[in-house]
T-cell receptor
Framework: AQSVAQPEDQVNVAEGNPLTVKCTYS??????LFWYVQYPNRGLQFLLK??????LVKGSYGFEAEFNKSQTSFHLKKPSALVSDSALYFC?????????????FGAGTRLFVKA | SAVISQKPSRDICQRGTSLTIQCQVD?????MFWYRQQPGQSLTLIAT?????????ESGFVIDKFPISRPNLTFSTLTVSNMSPEDSSIYLC???????????FGPGTRLLVL
């Protein structure tokens, strides 16, 4: 069965510092991996995805994520955090071989960027 | 990406009543999904709705409690029936893109059951 883990409930960083939000996954086949962001009282916004190809994917708002197959990780990163990046971030995975179109979401990590 | 709207955006309901949530997409899509996000928690898939067929429900969700309609390729409804306070959640509609890779989400419907 597919699963995704976000080991940190909360991440605190200072504005201008790099940020990392961690995600690990478990699938039996090839994964589709996604990051979404949820601002207060808003729906989920798509940030980026890994389907195939280059392990480093770039997305919206300066975010990027690196697919690491050996560590089954897909950590979200940004070189310089902004206060406006403060939000709830969800990692998600879909197992192409067994999961069909079903996407599993992690528990979410709340990011606080302090000015 | 698809533009998705939901109605109502929020509601406060009495236990025992039912609420129907509407989801409208600005383009034709094959697959639509309904998720629940309980307070402080992640998203849980309720069901997948394809036009012209019965919705497929995930474990723990049943049609009698969450009936779904999908009359065409741009619209779906989710009804939360015989509500209890435990149904207080955000309900999110989602669709996949034309490549059926990425899911996009509506703004959600915030439901509070008293």
């Amino acid at each position: 069965a597919q699963s995704v883990a976000q080991p940190e409930d909360q991440v605190n960083v200072a504005e201008g510092n790099p940020l990392t939000v961690k995600c690990t996954y478990s699938v039996s086949g090839n994964p589709y991996l996604f990051w979404y962001v949820q601002y207060p009282n808003r729906g989920l916004q798509f940030l980026l995805k890994y389907i195939t190809g280059d392990n480093l994917v770039k997305g919206s708002y300066g975010f990027e994520a690196e697919f690491n197959k050996s560590q089954t990780s897909f950590h979200l990163k940004k070189p310089s955090a902004l206060v406006s990046d403060s939000a709830l971030y969800f990692c998600a995975v879909r197992d192409l071989n067994t999961g069909g179109f079903k996407t599993i979401f992690g528990a979410g990590t709340r990011l606080f960027v302090k000015a | 990406s698809a533009v998705i709207s939901q109605k109502p955006s929020r509601d406060i309901c009495q236990r025992g009543t039912s609420l129907t949530i509407q989801c409208q997409v600005d383009s034709q899509v094959t697959m639509m999904f309904w998720y629940r996000q309980q307070p402080g928690q992640s998203l849980t898939l309720i069901a997948t709705a394809n036009q012209g067929s019965e919705a497929t429900y995930e474990s723990g969700f049943v049609i009698d409690k969450f009936p779904i309609s999908r009359p065409n390729l741009t619209f779906s409804t989710l009804t939360v029936s015989n509500m209890s306070p435990e149904d207080s959640s955000i309900y999110l509609c989602s669709v996949t893109d034309s490549f059926q890779e990425t899911q996009y989400f509506g703004p959600g419907t915030r439901l509070l059951v008293l």
